[in-house]
């Protein structure tokens, strides 16, 4: 049996995309009956140990994806412990290679690079609408993603 897949989804601030992303990916793999460790972590530590984002609790309970998360920034041991470590946007993505550590084995990319090498944009400033656009793209880079790592899903 492959070893078990560990993914730790990146983003800034670790309020709005990425718990939004470690909510969905966890949903969508669940669905697929995978049972995958999923976690969330931002590259600064302005928010740690808050809640996320109203507009990423709402925008979740509104398309009835659980969400429960303490912001929290990337550590050391992220680098070993996890398998995958997806990056929202670029910035976060050269921000996780400045700390990455010499003995780091997960493989560190942008989330868009398994589907279409898009970002996801922040969407802390603007209004609700851009949290949408946030789902949507969780949606579709978490199924990009377990195609990639695991396969086709067979169910609809
Ligand atoms: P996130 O959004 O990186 O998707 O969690 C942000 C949250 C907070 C800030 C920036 C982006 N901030 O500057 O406080």
Redesign the pocket.
Known sequence: MAAPLKVLVV????????PMGEAVLKDVAAKRGLDIEVDSA?T?A??AGEDP?ERTVATCKKHKVPISHSARKVTQADFTHFTHILA?DESNLRGLQSVKPKNATAEIRLWGSYLDNKPVP???YGGIRGFEDVYDQCIALSNAFLDDVVGTSTTA
């Open positions: 983003c800034l601030g670790n309020i709005c995309r990425s931002g600064a302005y928010h984002d929202a922040d969407p802390y």
